[in-house]
C-alpha cells in the first residue's frame, strides 16, 4: 500500500504543484506582455507628435560675430550667447574623452540611452530615500533635452527623451552627435560650448588645454554657478579631480597625469592667474559701435547678433587714435578755458575712506569712463585728503597714494578746499617728460561740450577715423552719425556748386550789401560775421572770406529749387527746406553726411558712399556684402609690362561736372590760404576746405580734404547753447590740423588733379578782372573756366533785393581805397560801391 502510494499516484501530488507553477508562469507572461504592450503604447503614443530629429542636419547655433581690422586682428565681437562653433574633427579627443567621463561613459556603446545607468540612478535614489537624485541621461538625451525638448524634469520629457535619443542614434554618427553637444551647452559666464568657455576661463584654444583644465570644463554642465573658480573654488577643484579620476579609471590619461594635474592649483581668468582674453582687445568704441549699429539694421539684430559673421572693418587704428586725440584735445581746451570744475559727480562714502581696501573696492563699483588717453591714459582716483598746497588721491590702479600740488588747478578759482569734497571721484594723469618720467600728477574731467570727428578716403568712401564724442563710455550717443545739427556756414559750398553749374564763374560779381526778407515770423535780416558790407565781390572771395549776404543773394539769384535739388544730390538732406535761411545751413544735418558729400568734391565730381565696413561673411566664409564693386581689370594677369600698373575700372555715378568739382575746390583751398581757415589750417600738401559757425556760436564746424583723405569735425553742446569765443576756424580748425599731420605722413597727399578741359585765365581775385598772363602778385588767381567760356565784366547780380543809396561799405568807411562804382539794381535804384573789398577784420561766416 505504501509502496503504491510512493511509486503509482506521484503524478496526483505533484499535479497541483505544477498547475501553480504554470499559473505563475503563465501570470508572469501575460504580465509581461502587458508591460510591453503598454511600454509599447506608451511610446507610441508619445512618439506620434515628437519633433524630427532631422531639423540637427541643418544645425546653425548662435554664435559670436566678431569685427577686424584691415590686418586681421580682433577689434569687438557681439554675441547674445557666446559661442564659437568648432567641428568634431578640430575637438581634440582629449577635451572629448574629459567630457565623456564626466557626462556618459558609456557614450560610444550605447544606443542612445543606458539602461544601466538609469537602473543605477534609480537604486540611488531608493537607497537615500529621494536625496541622491542623479541624471542618467547619456549626451544624446542631452541634445534632445537641449535643442527639441523643454528642461521640465517629468517622466513625459524623459520618455520623449528616450524614444528621440533612439531614433537619433540609429541616422546621426557618434562624432555628429558629440559635436553639437560639445558646441550648444551653456557652461557659464555666458559662455557656451567647450571653445567659447576654454577662451573665457582660461584663455586658451582647445589644443592648448591641460588634462586638469579639461576636466574643469566638463564638470560644468551640471551645475556651472555652483562651480564658479572663485565664488566655489573648494566645490570647483573638487569636481575638476572627480573628473579627472573618471578619465584615469576609463584609461584615457595615465597615473602620473592624474596625480600632477589632480594637486594643480585652479588658475583662471576669474581668479586673475591668467590674463583675460578681453584685456586683449581695444575698449568698444564709437566706430564698432557704429557698424554694430548699421549692419544691424542691414541684415536684423537676429543675424547680426548671433550669425557667426566676420566683419573687415576699414578702421584705421593709427587714424582713430589720432582722431580721438585731436578732438578730445579741443574739447578739453575750451572746457579748461571755462575755469569751472564739476568732475564725475560720483564720489565714495565717507565710511570706505578709513581703509585702502575699502576704497578700492568702491571705486572699482564705480559706474565713470576708463577709455580715455589724452597725453596719458586718464585714471579713476578718489580724493583722500586735501591741504593748502597739494591734494592727495587714491588711484584706482595706482599702488598707495599720490599727490597733486596746487600748481595744477591754477586754471579753477577756488582753492583744493572749494572745489573738492573728500571722497570725490576724479580723473587723473601722469604728467610726464618726453622719457616717459614722472612730473606730477594731474587733475581731468570729462568735458560737458562735445564735438565728433570724422575721416573718409575721397576716392572709395572707406571711413578711416570716427570719434562720435569725448569718450565712448561716457556717452555712447555718436555724434558723427546721430547728432542732428546745422552746418551753418560749412553747406555754402553747395550753394556755390549749384550756381558754378548753373553758368556762374569763380569770377562773378556778387553785391555784398544788406537784405531783407518778409517771413511769417517777421523780417530777418542776415548779417555777415563782421556786421560789415563790401559791396561788389567775386564768388572767390565771397566763399574765402564766408560772406552771408553774398550767398543769401547768389541762392536767390539761383533759385532754391536748385540749390535744394544739389543738396539732396550729394546727400546731405533728405528732403530740404526751399527758404533762403537755408542756404546759410540753417537746416540740420550730419557730419556723417557731410563729410561724405565733401568727398565728391575731392574726388572730380563722382559719387562715393561712405562705409565702415570692406566686407562681411558668414559663418561659412561667404561674402555676403563687398563695399568696393569696382573691377580690376590685368589683376588676374601674372605679369605686366615694365611700368604698367592694373587697371581699376568704375561705373561710379556722376554728381557733378568735373570742372565744376575743380572749381569749387580751388575756392576752398582758397579758405585754407587766405580766408576764414588760413589761421590754424596749414600742411604740406594742399588742402581745400570750408569752416562753419552758426547763430550765437552754438555749432563750429570745419570739412576739409587733401586730393585724397577728406575730414570733418563740429563742435557743440549736447543741447544747443552759446560758445563764446569760438569759431569754425578757431575751434574745429585744429582738431582737422592735428589729423591731417599725421594723416598725410600715413597716405600723403598731391595737387588736386586738374580736368583736361580747363582753360585758365588770370583774374584779380578783389574785383574779378582778367589780368594779363603773365600777372603776378598776391591779387592774382589763375581760374579754370570751361572750354570757350569767358569772364563777363560789367555785370552785378544782386539776387534781386533792393539796396538803400546811402549803403555804408566798409572800404568807405575806413576809406582804404578811396573810389566808388556806380551800380544799377534790379530796382532800378542807383547806388555806389566800392571797388574792391578788404577783407583785413572778416571772420568766419555763419547762419545769422
Known sequence: MMAKLLTGDRPLILRPILNAIGAVFSMIVLGLAMAGLTIGAVFYMYGKDLPSYEVLAQYTPKTISRIYSGEGRIIDEFATERRLFTTAAEIPDLVKQAFISAEDKNFYTHQGYDVRGMVAAFVGAVQSGGQDLRGASTITQQVMKNFLLSSDRTAERKIKEIILAARMEGSMSKERILELYLNEIFL?????????????????????????????????PKAPSNRHPVRNREDAIFWRNNTLREMFENGYIDRATYETERDAPLETVQGGEIESFRSELPPRDYFTDEIRRQLSRD?????????????????????????????RQSLEDYDRGLGRWRGTGKSVPPEALDSEEAWRAALADTNVAR????????????????????????????????????????????????EFELGDVVHVRRVTNDDGSLVRWSLRQVPQVQGAFMAMDVNTGRVIAMQGGFSYQHSVFNRATQALRQPGSAFKPFVYAAALDSGYTPATIIVDAPIEVATAQGIWRPQNASNQFYGPTPLRTGIEQSRNLMTVRLAQEVGMDVVAQYAERFGV???????????????????????????????????????????????????????????????????????RAPRITSSRERVMNEITAYQLTTMLEGVVQRGTASRTVNLPVPIAGKTGTTNDNKDVWFVGFSSNIVAGCYIGYDTPRRMAGTSGGGTCGPVFQRFMSRAVQRYGGGAFAVPNDCQF????????????????????????????????????????????????????????????????????????????ASFGTISSGGLY
Open 188 to 220: 557659464g559666464q555666458n559662455s557656451y560650448g567647450v571653445t567659447a568657455a576654454a577662451q573665457t576661463y582660461f584663455n586658451k584654444s582647445l589644443d592648448e588645454l591641460t588634462a586638469g583644465e579639461a576636466a574643469y570644463l566638463a564638470s560644468l
Open 299 to 327: 541684415f536684423g539684430e537676429e543675424e547680426f547678433f548671433s550669425g557667426g559673421l566676420s566683419i573687415r572693418a576699414t578702421i584705421d587704428p593709427e587714424m582713430q587714435e589720432a582722431a580721438a586725440t585731436a578732438l
Open 371 to 418: 577709455d580715455i588717453v589724452l597725453g596719458n591714459r586718464w585714471h579713476v582716483a578718489v580724493v583722500l585728503d586735501r591741504g593748502d598746497r597739494e591734494m592727495t588721491l587714491g588711484v584706482e590702479d595706482v599702488e598707495g597714494t599720490v599727490a597733486v600740488p596746487r600748481s595744477d588747478i591754477s586754471w579753477l578759482p577756488g582753492s583744493f578746499f572749494d
Open 573 to 643: 538732406y533728405d528732403n530740404m527746406s526751399r527758404v533762403l535761411s537755408t542756404a546759410l545751413g540753417a537746416d540740420e544735418t550730419t557730419l556723417f553726411r557731410m563729410v561724405a558729400a565733401y568727398a565728391m568734391f575731392a574726388n572730380g565730381g563722382e559719387r562715393v558712399e561712405p562705409t565702415l565696413v570692406d566686407r562681411v561673411q558668414d559663418r561659412f566664409g561667404r561674402t555676403v556684402y563687398r563695399h568696393d564693386q569696382r573691377s580690376c581689370v590685368d589683376c588676374d594677369i601674372a605679369s605686366l609690362e615694365a611700368g
Open 761 to 836: 585765365i588770370n583774374i584779380d581775385r578783389f574785383t574779378g578782372a582778367r589780368l594779363p598772363d603773365g600777372a603776378q602778385g598776391g591779387n592774382v588767381v589763375s581760374e579754370c573756366f570751361r572750354p570757350g567760356e569767358e569772364p563777363l565784366f560789367g555785370i552785378t547780380f544782386d539776387g534781386g533785393f533792393a539796396m538803400a543809396g546811402d549803403l555804408p561799405l566798409l572800404d568807405e568807411v575806413r576809406g582804404a581805397n578811396g573810389g566808388t562804382t556806380s551800380v544799377t539794381t534790379s530796382t532800378g535804384e542807383r547806388v555806389n560801391v566800392g571797388p574792391r
